[in-house]
């Protein structure tokens, strides 16, 4: 096997805060498809399915190093929001505690030695970095334009998305 077993057991447990992620990010997402914000909503459906992608990611590593996979069980995500600061709030905070948790992660690898472990998690603390920085800029867009104004915050992730699809990245296949 090319990966101990702490570091299997600590893979196997961020599947499970992976797929939470999914979950928190379809609860955000209903919110906001009950206040009628599609583009809101369709951000974090999007989102969760990218949470979906990371625990994969860990299953298929997992396989990989010829450990065994073992979903730990989730507790159900918060589903109740009181305004559209509260639920991205929520977002950030799950965010920065899954960029602590893959910094963990890669504290064990360390320990383990384990490089291929480690080269494997590279890719996820760039990938916190964009994450953070989504949430954190969501948040403050939210914030500007207050609670009576979120269409305007429809009209920028409008907007953010046209131009993700123009952009030469977006044509290269870039992620």
């Known amino acids: 096997m090319l ?22 990010y379809i609860a955000i997402a209903s919110y906001f498809d009950s206040e009628t914000l599609p583009e809101l909503a369709r951000f974090f459906y999007q989102q969760s399915e990218e949470e979906r992608t990371h625990a994969m990611k860990f299953v298929k590593f997992i396989n990989d190093v010829g450990g065994k996979v073992v979903i730990p069980a989730l507790p159900a995500p918060q589903a109740e929001f009181g305004s ?11 965010e920065e505690e899954v960029t602590r948790q893959i910094y963990d992660l890669v504290e064990v690898a360390k320990e383990d030695r384990n490089y291929v472990g480690i080269r494997f998690l590279d890719w996820f603390v760039e ?8 949430m954190n800029d ?7 334009a207050g609670p009576d ?27």
């Open 3 to 24: 990966a101990n077993e702490k570091l299997i057991q600590a893979f196997n447990q961020q599947i499970g805060n992976e797929m939470g992620a999914s979950m928190q």
């Open 149 to 175: 104004r979120l269409l305007f915050v429809e009209e920028y992730l409008s907007r953010r998305g046209r131009a993700a699809l123009e952009s030469p990245a977006a044509s290269s296949g870039g992620e």
């Open 138 to 144: 969501l948040l403050a867009v939210i914030r500007r």
């Open 127 to 134: 990938e916190q970095l964009e994450e953070v920085t989504s």
């Open 84 to 94: 559209a600061d509260e639920a991205v709030s929520k977002a950030l905070e799950w």
